[in-house]
């Protein structure tokens, strides 16, 4: 289902095993996000009839976003300053702010940020199975959900403009491969 052209790198799963707490700090300002910016969608008039559909993954997100709380408290790590993601901010970065497709690209940029959250978490799920096996169970339970939103928004975007959203996929497809090459030592997940 998951379309990627570029593995993340090596380096990645270790360093999310030696910063666990901080990763899973970055992990609720993740779901934060994504919450919110299921909301954010709302102001696009091809989504206005979508308005309940977003709201369903805002409120999904914001599940999410309890639970990783509540991870983070039983853990005694205290929510903090979220950290900025160069692969997450790259991409934003090139959407065609002020033009009719401004909300084509604004999709495929989250379906392909919900798509490598779903590919992690399924790559977490398996590392951490012995280790941390609350943390496994965990992430093993986000991946239907984060698989999900990453169809929803490719269809969404299909469905304004088919031959628009091929054509930009197959563009952001490279910047997620040239960008998630560029090494970075921040204790994040993307
Ligand atoms: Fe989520
Ligand atoms: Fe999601």
């Given amino acids: 289902m998951l379309l990627f052209r570029e593995k993340f790198p090596a380096e990645w799963l270790p360093m999310v095993r030696a910063n666990l707490g901080a990763v899973l700090v970055d992990h609720a300002h993740l779901e934060r996000k994504a919450a919110t910016t299921a909301i954010t969608l709302q102001k696009y008039r091809q989504l206005f009839h979508r308005v309940h559909e977003l709201n369903a993954?805002?409120?999904?997100?914001?599940?999410h976003f309890e639970l990783v709380l509540g991870l983070l408290e039983r853990r005694g790590i205290p929510f903090s300053q979220p950290m900025r993601s160069p692969w997450i901010s790259g991409l934003m970065?090139?959407?065609?702010?002020?033009?009719?497709?401004?909300?084509?690209?604004?999709?495929?940029?989250?379906?392909?940020?919900?798509?490598?959250?779903?590919?992690?978490f399924q790559v977490l799920a398996e590392a951490l199975r012995t280790t941390e096996p609350e943390l496994a169970a965990f992430y093993a339970s986000l991946v239907e959900s984060e698989g999900n939103h990453y169809a929803s928004y490719l269809i969404m975007a299909r469905h304004i403009d088919e031959p628009e959203t091929t054509r930009r996929l197959d563009w952001y497809l490279d910047r997620d491969a040239e960008l998630i090459r560029q090494p970075h030592s921040h204790p994040i997940l993307h």
């Fill in 57 to 63: 993954i805002a409120i999904e997100e914001l599940q």
């Fill in 93 to 120: 970065a090139t959407i065609r702010n002020g033009t009719e497709n401004q909300v084509i690209d604004h999709l495929v940029v989250c379906a392909l940020i919900e798509g490598r959250s779903c590919e992690k």
